[in-house]
Each structure stands twice: as C-alpha cells, then as structure tokens.
C-alpha cells in the first residue's frame, strides 16, 4: 500500500513538471526504484540540480534520460559527487553540463570508477589541469572499463608509436572522444587505409597527434571519397599525401561545402596551380568568405603579387599591416556581415536528414536542443560530438558540412552580430500588438516612420486612459478581504486584475494544519471537493549546518525555543484582540497552552513589543545557523578535494606497483 501511494505522489511530482503519461511510464519501466520513490526526496534532488546551474528547462530532458538521479540520496550521494566534479571544472557552468550530456556520471562512485579513472588518464601523460576538461567534455568516460576499453586504445596508440611521454596524453586531450571508438571496427581499418594510401609511421602520428579526428571517421563513408576526389582534382597520390599530413582535415571535410568552392576559387578566380595549395595545404582552413575572397580582392585591387602563405598565414591585422592596406577596408568587410537575416539551419536540412529523422524519432528533438538551447561555444561543441556519437552519425556527410559552416548559422556564435530582424523564437507578441493596424506587407519605409509616430501616439492615450480609470475609479472588491482592499488602492488596475484572480484562486486552495512537531508543520492543500487531488507540504524551520554536533543542537533548541514563544504570544495576542469571538475549543485551546490570565490583559501595544523582539530573536537564530551550515558545506568541499586527492595518488602508487 505505502509504495503504491508512494508511486501516485511521484506520478503527481512529474506531472506537475510537464511530463506527458509516456515519459512518465518510460521512467518507471527504466528504474524500478521510482516506485518506492518519496515525494520529497524528488523535489529535493530536483531543486538540487537547478540550484547548481543546470536549466530548468534542461532539467526533464536530464531525468528522462537517467531518472534514477531522482532516487540517490542528496546528502549521501549527489553532493559529494557533485562536489568532487566541480573540483575538476575551471568554469562554473562546466559541471551542470556535463552532468545535462551524461546524467548517468551522477550514480558512478567516485572511489571505485572516478578516482581510477583520473589515475589512468594522469599515467597516460595528461597534464593534472586537463584531467578535468577531459572528464567533463566528454563525461560517458567514467562508464567504460579501464581494462577491456581504455587499455586497449591506450595499446593501439603506443602500437603507432606514440610511445614518448606525453603523447598519448595530448592526443586524449585534444579529442576524448577517441576513446569511446572500437578500435577493430573503426580505428584500425581508417589507419590501415590511410597506410595504403602513402602514409608512413612518422605520416600517421604527425596525423594522430595534430588531428586524431580524422582516425575516427569511418574511411569507406568519408576518407575514401574525399580521396577519390582530390585525385580526380588532377592530384598525386604523393601530393595528397603532403596535403594530409600538412592538413589532416581535408580527408574529412565536406566536398560539396568545403572542398569544391576552394579548389573552384584557386583555378578559376585565383588563376593559381594545383601545386601552390601542395606548398600551403592549410589553405583549406581558411574561410571562403572571409579570409580568401577579401583578402585576394584587396591585393587585386592594390596590384599585388604575392604566394598563399604569405597572403593567408598571418591574421587579419597582420596582413592589412603587411601589404600597407588601408583598415577601413576591413571594417567595411565586417559591417557587411552584421546585417542579414537571423542564423539558422540550411533549408534542406530536413530533407538531408529524413533517414536519420526516421531511423531515430528522437534525433530531431535533441539536434533542435543542441542548436538552440546551448548557451556557450564550448557547450555546443561537446553537446554536437556526444549527439552524434550517441546516434552513430559521426560519418554523416551533410552532417559534417554543416558542422564545417557552424559559425554561419549557430545562434551561439552569432551572439555579438546585429540582424535587422526578429527571430520566430523571440516574444514579439508584444510588438505584433503595438503595429498591429498600422503596418503591413506593402508599408514602405518611409511610411513605416509615420505609422510608427501614430501607433506611439495611440499607445500614449491608452497610457493615459488607464491611469486615468486607476486614479479616479475603485475596482470591484470579489472578497472581504483587507490584503485586496489595500492592493486595489496600490496597484495599477491591470496588475490589480491578476492579483485578484490570484487572491480568489487561492480561497479554493485552503491549507489545514495535519501535524506540528516543534521544527516541522505540515500542511494539507486541496481544492474544495478534490481531496484525492490534495498536496501535502511541510515547511522546515531548521534543516541543517553546523561546524560540530554541539553547535548544531544549541542553535536548534534555541531556534525551537524561539518560534514556541512567538507562537504562543501570537495565540495570546488574538485571544486579547477577539475576546468573546472565540469558540469554546479556541479558548480550551489557550488554557491547554498553560498560559496565565493575567498576561493577557496586559496592554496591545506590550504584546506586539513582545512579539517583535522574539521575533527579532528568531530571525538572529536563524541567521546563525545559516552561518553554521555555510562553514560546514565549506569544510565538507574542503574534505572532499583533498580525498580525492589522496584517491588520485593511491592510483597512481597502484599503478606503479603493478610496473
């Protein structure tokens, strides 16, 4: 019976979050342990996350995705892991998100999987202040094992003869993704291929180490063709070879987006050879619009005669110096460039990708999330990797385009551009409302200035007006209430609307006292007529937080002792204020209280002096213990870094041992 009525909070938990009967029902089939699941612990752990950066609105899709989260105890669990991983982070919002990418991180112990797992990759070369960016950029490492996958990565890099110190390292630092490949089905045939192709032992680590990218593409959907395509470009398998090496990318990147228009640039605006981009394959790095073609237009104009490396290898204010260029130039290329329409995904993206869309109905939902709902560079280049990776997409070509054109269409990169524009995605309900009767499809801009005065102009009156009925008219009162009657004379009369709705609304929700046990009330809310519907909340006066035991009691009895005698001279002060308008179980409730006759006919003004000093008590108390319990979690924070710590050196000496 308790887990059943246990289940039905939980299910009312998660529909007053917004989720729908199926996720609800997805949930509890992925963990068994929802059903036994307490209301509180939820709402608890729930506003935990929230309160350490992680989104609301991210918060569903987390839970949906590890529901077990919701089960771990806070005290036990989700803080000290979660205070272990922000030792790692160097950006306070670098734990919440890897936490969104891979929730399971939050139910793996540190000691047994965390702790291992930082010695393996510091035995590896990888500097101690990158072991957290690794961990935390790509998260999903904490679930494989160190000895059946990691080990045998680590083997396969050494068996490319990246064995000096460090190597392996760096190579894990620039892509912690490498990891997660299987090292038969992926890593080794794209090495075994680019081996084919003319590469040497010293060809594949330059490879590895600069790009290690490129050996975890899949060759058959992605090197074979870009290298078929350099060939039919009039290039030597011996000069491909030089372009890889010196630019690893280009056996990765997109045909069509990337590849095509620069080489069709070279030849037929540049008038350049082939062999020119042989001498400077990094040539393909730089952007089509903005460096390339801005660039070679400004030297034309200019007469100047220059090779790729001297026109392309510096920066923009380095070049402008270089060839005498005028900045003004610059300036005008990038005043074009704030004023367009608001970045979004190219047209055919939904038809490129129909046959993932289908294969994956979820695809589409967490490719939007990804677009729109990351609020850094970082974070939407590690939710783009985990993505694909968790949908086995990673060779995708169109894909792949669009990542190689991220900074023309991602909202996050676009942050610090002007459009002259509004996207669908802003509230501009409002500014619909203000033009709306003014302008249209066929307002000229001129026209557009004159409507815009007029439409100023009626917003003003309507200003006006309303002040007008605020001043010199009195709402009608719905209720007895003084709280209404006071906000009616304060508020403006639209704000004044919502408040009353709001007042009345809640004399249908009343709140009975169930229990008082001293620090804890509980409190029964339910609409009249749907108690089955009815919540159950109980308000805490002292949760925790101390330096030692014997603090945390003094401060608990004297807080206890406070919130008694305010309550009581509260009860007293009403009985003196309603005097023969009490029941008769009111006043056995007050003799029952062991209070004495002759305190209540003290004077009005003595009780409420009285009650603003214990008052003033409690708030002094409560203030303390607010002290207590930040030093205590600060101590804790301390404890935790120097355990792990410790667990990280323990490793390490394991390891060595085992040498």
């Not at 007053?16 to 609800?24: A, L, Q, V």
């Not at 200019?302 to 300036?331: P, V």
């Not at 608001?342 to 993206?349: A, G, L, Y």
Request: net charge neutral.
């Amino acid at each position: 019976m308790a887990g059943t009525q246990n289940g039905s909070s939980v299910m009312w938990f998660f529909k007053d979050k917004g989720f729908d009967d199926k996720s609800i029902h997805d949930m509890f089939r992925k963990c068994k342990r929802l059903e036994g699941l307490q209301r509180d612990r939820a709402s608890q752990n729930w506003a935990y996350l929230k309160s350490i950066g992680i989104m609301e609105r991210k918060l569903p899709y987390l839970i949906s995705k590890c529901p077990k989260v919701l089960t771990l105890g806070l005290d036990e669990k989700l803080i000290p892991v979660i205070n272990c991983l922000a030792t790692l982070g160097t950006k306070p919002h670098e734990v919440a998100s890897a936490i969104t990418k891979f929730p399971h991180i939050l139910s793996y112990s540190v000691e047994e999987k965390l702790c291992p797992l930082l010695a393996f990759l510091q035995a590896q070369g990888v500097p101690e202040k990158q072991l957290g960016k690794i961990i935390l950029l790509n998260p999903r490492l904490i679930s494989y094992s160190i000895e059946s996958k990691l080990s045998e990565i680590v083997d396969f890099l050494s068996g490319l003869g990246l064995t000096k110190d460090g190597m392996i390292g760096k190579v894990l630092v620039k892509h912690p993704f490498i990891m997660g490949y299987s090292v038969d089905k992926r890593l080794r045939p794209t090495t075994e291929f680019l081996k084919a192709i003319g590469l040497t032992q010293q060809d594949l680590r330059t490879v590895v180490l600069n790009f290690p990218e490129v050996v975890c593409r899949d060759a058959d959907k992605i090197l074979k063709p870009n290298f078929a395509y350099l060939r039919t470009c009039g290039f030597s398998d011996r000069q491909i070879v030089t372009l890889v090496t010196g630019h690893p990318p280009i056996l990765v990147k997109s045909i069509r987006n990337s590849l095509e228009p620069r080489i069709k640039f070279l030849i037929q605006v540049m008038h350049r050879g082939m062999d020119e981009v042989v001498d400077y394959p990094n040539f393909f790095q730089h952007g089509l619009k903005k460096n390339l073609e801005w660039r070679f237009k400004l030297l034309k104009e200019n007469n100047i005669s220059c090779s790729l490396s001297e026109m392309l290898d510096c920066s923009q204010k380095k070049f402008l110096t270089k060839f005498n260029l005028e900045e003004e130039e610059e300036e005008e290329s990038k005043g074009r460039k704030t004023i367009g329409t608001k970045p979004k995904p190219p047209e055919e993206t939904q038809e490129k990708l129909a046959h993932i869309y289908h294969s994956h109905p979820t695809f589409e939902t967490e490719f939007k999330r990804c677009i729109n709902e990351t609020d850094t560079v970082d974070e939407f280049e590690s939710s783009w990797q985990s993505l694909l990776q968790r949908y086995y997409v990673m060779d995708d070509e169109w894909l792949q385009s669009m990542y190689d054109a991220r900074q023309q269409w991602v909202p996050v990169f676009m942050r610090n551009t002007f459009f002259g524009v509004l996207s669908s995605s802003e509230e501009s309900g409002g500014l619909n409302s203000f033009f709306d009767g003014y302008v249209d499809a066929s307002t000229t801009l001129h026209m557009l200035i004159k409507q815009y005065e007029k439409a100023v102009a009626n917003w003003h009156e309507k200003e006006l007006k309303a002040d007008y009925d605020t001043v010199n008219t009195m709402p009608v009162l719905k209720t007895p209430s003084p709280m209404e009657k006071q906000a009616a004379s304060l508020y403006t009369r639209r704000v004044f609307m919502k408040f009353q709705e709001e007042l009345v609304e809640t004399l249908a929700n009343p709140a009975t006292k169930i229990e008082d046990s001293g620090t804890t009330a509980t409190y029964r809310v339910a609409k009249f007529g749907e108690d089955h519907k009815a919540h159950t909340e109980a308000i805490k006066y002292v949760e925790e937080g101390a330096k030692s035991i014997h603090i945390y009691n003094v401060a608990i009895d004297a807080l206890q002792e406070a919130a008694k005698k305010v309550a009581a001279a509260k009860i007293l002060d009403s009985g003196v204020i309603q005097g023969g308008n009490l029941t008769n179980g009111e006043t056995q409730e007050l003799h029952a209280a062991g209070e004495n006759r002759t305190v209540m006919c003290q004077s009005a003004d003595e009780k409420k002096r009285k009650i603003h000093e214990l008052s003033a008590e409690l708030e002094s108390t409560n203030q303390r213990c607010e002290v207590y319990r930040a030093n205590l979690l600060a101590v804790l924070r301390d404890m935790e870094e120097q355990k792990l710590k410790l667990s990280v050196k323990v490793q390490n000496a394991r390891l060595s041992l085992k040498e």
